[in-house]
């Protein structure tokens, strides 16, 4: 089975800084990730997407990942931040496999919160 | 095109009763996924239809039942309410059953008193 973790609940960040919001998973097989974001009443946003080639993964609104097999991480990031960014992310994993069948399994989100 | 659409955007509800959720998928999409997503936790996975047939399912109780329709449009019943339902409910609408390009709706807010 999959499990994602995702190791800070907030994160406070002040505006223009950088921020990295942590994720690991686990699996047995191989697997795609996934970054949402999901802004007050809304639903899930893409923000990014692993599936294969190149480990460093560039998203929307700046962000970008890093997929790290060995440390079983997918950690955000972004070098500056804007208010607008205030949200909730997420941290999901589907598996590859050819069953046709793949759910994703999220993380329990992190709130970022940037102030001025 | 248009996006995914869900209906009610809230919904309040006693103990016991029974609900319907509706979802709309995006244009060209025929499989629908449906998530819970409780006060402060990640979305979980409640089952997925593809071309009109339950494809998967997650860790749910039968009370949680679907349906998608021939125009690829969904529905989400739950039986016999109880407040632990109390949840934001997600629609995801995708072309096939992967989850490379998955679309989400904004969700209807469930609560049951």
Redesign the interface.
């Known amino acids: 089975a999959q499990s994602?973790t995702q190791l800070d609940s907030q994160v406070p960040v002040f505006e223009e800084a950088p921020v990295e919001l942590r994720c690991n998973y686990s699996s047995s097989v191989s697997v795609?990730l996934?970054w949402?974001v999901q802004y007050p009443?809304?639903?899930?946003?893409?923000l990014l997407?692993y599936?294969s080639g190149s480990t460093l993964v560039k998203g929307i609104n700046g962000f970008e990942a890093e997929f790290n097999k060995s440390q079983t991480s997918f950690h955000l990031r972004k070098p500056s931040v804007h208010i607008s960014d205030t949200a909730e992310y997420?941290c999901?994993v589907?598996d590859r496999g050819n069953t046709?069948?793949?759910?994703?399994?999220?993380?329990?989100?992190t709130r970022l919160l940037v102030s001025p | 095109e248009t996006g995914v659409t869900q209906s009610p955007t809230h919904l309040i509800k006693t103990r016991g009763q029974q609900v319907t959720l509706r979802c709309s998928s995006q244009s060209g999409h025929n499989t629908v996924s449906w998530y819970q997503q409780a006060l402060g936790q990640g979305p979980q996975f409640i089952f997925q239809y593809y071309r009109e047939e339950e494809n998967g399912r997650g860790n749910f109780p039968p009370r949680f039942s679907g349906l998608q329709f021939p125009n690829y449009s969904s529905e989400l019943n739950v039986n016999a309410l109880e407040l632990d339902d109390s949840a934001l409910y997600l629609c995801a609408s995708s072309q096939g059953r992967g989850n490379e390009k998955l679309f989400f709706g904004s969700g209807t807010q469930l609560s049951v008193l």
Do not use: C, E, I, P
């Open positions: 994602v795609y996934f949402y009443n809304q639903g899930l946003q893409l997407k599936l997420f999901a589907s046709g069948f793949q759910k994703l399994v999220f993380g329990t989100g």
